[in-house]
């Protein structure tokens, strides 16, 4: 049961253009949702946040919307550089017991072309 | 401040080894989470340790256990390895982890090749 899904696999955006990525969840417990990007052979690296309480959160080029009512979120990266060429991950961790563990996506491959 | 650390970064051993992985968190971190990433599987929690204690543990037999000493720093290990735990061994560590909400920052990985 995958309880964090990215039904995109791939993402092709021109440079300079805004890149929207995608990501819909089915655990209602979940009230905290990550981004990570990753390049192939290092670990993923840490992007933005949002907490259930909000429904945006802005971060340089970075914005996180935050639907609860449709369990879904997006990445907007505005405007989109060669360098954000990645495979982009959300992630949610939950209320209670649930420490250290983050429940990952499959991922997006995003490519941004000069 | 330097980074989440991991050594090896790769490793081969062959079916029916056991093989130890290690993780250094970032200075004042005190929970380390260890991932597996397979093309498959995508991103899967393994365990979480805090204060040397593990709070938290994924779906993975017993062959994978780890642990975590004063430091922070923590290990893993998998004994009786199976083609299929060829993966890349992520470790996160974050300021205190508990109920999720903090960010964690992850290592580069340990790929790990099982022949």
């Known amino acids: 049961d995958q309880q964090v899904k990215q039904n995109s696999p791939s993402l092709s955006v021109q440079e300079g253009r805004i890149s929207i990525l995608n990501c819909d969840y089915t655990n209602s417990m979940f009230d905290y949702f990550l981004w990570y990007k990753k390049y192939p052979a290092e670990g993923p690296t840490f992007l933005i946040s949002?907490?259930?309480?909000?429904d945006k959160n802005e971060d340089g080029r970075f914005t996180v919307f935050l639907n609860k009512s449709a369990k879904h979120l997006s990445l907007h990266i505005v405007p989109s550089q060669p360098g954000d060429s990645a495979v982009y991950f959300c992630a949610a961790s939950g209320r209670g017991t649930s420490y250290g563990k983050l429940t990952f996506g499959q991922g997006t491959i995003l490519t941004v072309h000069p | 401040k330097a980074g989440v650390t991991q050594t090896p970064r790769y490793l081969i051993k062959t079916r029916g080894q056991q093989v130890t992985l290690s993780c250094s968190p970032i200075?004042?971190?005190?929970?380390v989470s260890w991932y597996q990433q397979t093309p498959g599987q995508g991103l899967q929690f393994l365990f979480e340790?805090?204060?040397?204690?593990?709070?938290n543990k994924g779906n993975f037999p017993g062959r994978f256990s780890g642990r975590q000493f004063s430091n922070s720093r923590s290990e893993m290990n998998v004994s009786t390895l199976e083609l299929g735990d060829s993966a890349l061994y992520l470790c996160a560590s974050s300021l205190e982890g508990s109920g999720g909400h903090n960010e964690q920052f992850f290592g580069p990985g340990t790929r790990l090749t099982v022949l």
């Open positions: 949002i907490s259930s309480i909000k």
């Open positions: 200075s004042g971190h005190r929970s």
């Open positions: 340790y805090f204060s040397e204690t593990q709070r």
